[in-house]
């Protein structure tokens, strides 16, 4: 068990969650498809999620 739990990991709460998530499961799955380079997946995965978590933020702001 303890080496199980070495290789775990969790994500935090965002205002974007769903799509940070999304986002890099997607980019896991071009790879293993044979669509992407590792790298070329997770560059645009971070890019991705980096949309989704300003547009959140922005929207939180509007609300305020």
Known sequence: ???ANAATF???ATAADNEFET???DA???VLNGQQEPA???AQAQDE???A???AWAQWDEED
Request: aromatic share 4%.
């Open 1 to 3: 068990l303890p080496a």
């Open 10 to 12: 969790a994500l935090q």
């Open 23 to 25: 986002a890099w499961q």
């Open 28 to 30: 896991v799955n071009r």
């Open 40 to 42: 070329e997946a997770l």
């Open 49 to 51: 999620a980096q949309k």
């Open 53 to 55: 978590l300003d547009d």
